[in-house]
């Protein structure tokens, strides 16, 4: 199930806050992915599709612990792959169609859930992967980068929902503490599913796309 | 592991839609862009507690839906897959807010019910609201409307190039699907290991089509970018639709039609 805030479900001040918060980062990326299709403009039509794999990937049902399916947000793949600027930006776009073609999130809801899942999410594992990088554990690097940033995505949406809707008794902590509570069961078990599906992308990646890998390189250049 | 042929039928519907020919459908889509956006402004823009002022909008997406001739169940149907979130997170409000609120003489509710009800009402109605602007206008003509708004052009290229490869790439997802499950016999190599080879693979064909369709397009003519059609004026038809629901929203937002028409109904005053 998708985990998306669900449209309409933030009263205005606060949809309209993090639209506000989600524009500064959506113009970096705007501008980043400008300056790469301005310069490689054969990365364009890649980028399209790079999106459209990530959409594909968020439409996957993979099972989950708890016994109910899930969808992984594609978050820590995009970002290690295409960097987190054009991730943002793929991440928004992939947002909106599932907002608008799946109904999985919302038009009013788009800025918050851009800031968890296109923002912080891909922040995240770009973060984690450069820095467990040097290690030379890679495969443990991509693992902790998806694993990681998958709950960064949620814990930031309980935040988000938390203050929002803070409880009558017990404020922002107790509501924190309820939506925690809701997303740790779904979630904990499927960001170690999505660590370990990332990997196992990984490992296909290096043992038959190293071409295409070292293309993919030249979007991380330019980011 | 499923991939995703689900979404992908539901991705084709909705672009079947959006090719129907009626009055809804030949309206410019700046219109309908803008008119959905003052809707949703003024539904999320009620207070938490609101319910009745929120049942006048029901009348637009019932409008929009009989008139673009759009089958009511494949709507419900979309509405109620995603709804477990709002019911799943909603549901607590009653829990957590059992303040009493007055909703008729002697008789009142837990403050948390009438949020748990606008949370709803209000996931309903915007949720609809944007699944109708794509299946009355489709999502090329939708990003045409954006560039014609001003929305920047590199964003607008992206979602264009995005759309169309969804159907490409939901193709081969759903023919490597169907490969696997004819070697599986829908028994074996349906779990997570097989899964994540097959989206390596997947990544690599997309990566590969890629290549391809843009050495297809630069051989067709193409320079970098999508040319937009030429835009045309809003017609007089473009702007009453538009300034009409737009002016009709700002009403419904700001004088209580529900509670009006409840006290004209029952003979009482307001």
């Not at chain 1, 800025?111 to 922040?123: D, H, R, Y």
């Not at chain 1, 450069?130 to 694993?147: D, I, K, N, Q, W």
């Not at chain 2, 979602?159 to 023919?175: S, T």
Request: glycine residues 8%.
């Amino acid at each position: 199930m998708a985990m998306h805030i669900a449209e309409g479900f933030l009263p205005f001040p606060w949809a309209a806050f993090w639209w506000l918060v989600s524009l500064p980062f959506l113009l970096v990326g705007l501008r980043s992915l400008a300056r790469i299709t301005r310069e490689h403009p054969e990365l364009k039509l890649l980028l399209g599709l790079a999106g459209a794999f990530t959409f594909v990937l968020s439409a996957l049902k993979i099972p989950s612990v708890t016994g109910s399916c899930s969808h992984p947000t594609g978050t820590g793949l995009g970002a290690i792959l295409f960097g987190p600027s054009v991730m943002t930006v793929l991440g928004g776009i992939v947002l909106l169609f599932q907002a608008v073609l799946l109904a999985h999130g919302g038009l009013t809801t788009l800025g918050a859930n851009m800031v968890s899942m296109a923002v912080v999410g891909p922040l995240v594992a770009w973060w984690i992967f450069r820095s467990l990088l040097p290690t030379g554990r890679t495969r443990l690097a991509v693992f902790a980068a998806a694993a990681l940033a998958d709950l960064a995505t949620y814990v930031v949406t309980a935040v988000q929902l938390a203050l929002a809707f803070p409880a009558a008794e017990g404020g922002f902590g107790a509501s924190l503490a309820k939506f925690g509570a809701i997303y740790a069961v779904t979630q904990v078990p499927l960001a170690i599913t999505e660590g370990l599906l990332t990997v196992l992308v990984w490992n296909w990646l290096q043992a038959y796309g190293k071409p295409e890998l070292k293309t993919l390189q030249l979007i991380h250049q330019e980011n | 592991m499923r991939l995703i042929s689900r979404e992908r039928q539901a991705l084709g519907r909705i672009d079947g839609f959006a090719r129907q020919d009626t009055a809804i459908h030949r309206l410019d889509a700046r219109a309908k862009v803008l008119a959905t956006a003052v809707f949703l402004v003024c539904v999320v823009s009620f207070p938490k507690h609101a319910v009745l002022p929120l049942l006048p909008f029901v009348f637009f997406p019932v409008v929009i839906a009989s008139l673009g001739r759009l089958p009511v169940r494949w709507l419900g149907q979309r509405l109620l897959i995603a709804s477990p979130f709002a019911l799943m997170v909603g549901i607590a409000n009653p829990l957590f807010d059992q303040a009493a609120v007055p909703i008729a003489p002697g008789l009142s509710i837990a403050a948390g019910w009438l949020s748990f009800l606008s949370i709803v009402l209000r996931f309903l109605l915007t949720t609809a609201a944007a699944l109708l602007l794509v299946a009355t206008t489709g999502m090329p003509a939708i990003a045409e409307a954006l560039r014609q708004l001003r929305v920047p052009g590199v964003f607008v290229t992206q979602l264009q190039l995005l759309y169309r490869y969804l159907f490409l790439l939901g193709d081969e997802a759903q023919r490597m699907e169907r490969a696997r499950d004819l070697r599986s016999c829908g028994r074996r190599g349906t779990g997570l290991w097989v899964g994540g080879t097959l989206l390596g693979a997947l990544l690599l064909r997309t990566l590969a089509r890629a290549t391809r369709i843009h050495d297809a397009m630069l051989l067709r003519g193409f320079e970098g970018t999508i040319r937009p059609a030429s835009p045309r004026a809003l017609t007089r038809r473009d702007l009453v639709f538009l300034l009409g629901w737009s002016t009709a929203f700002l009403i419904c937002r700001q004088v209580p039609v529900g509670e009006l028409l409840g006290h004209a109904v029952i003979g009482a005053q307001p």
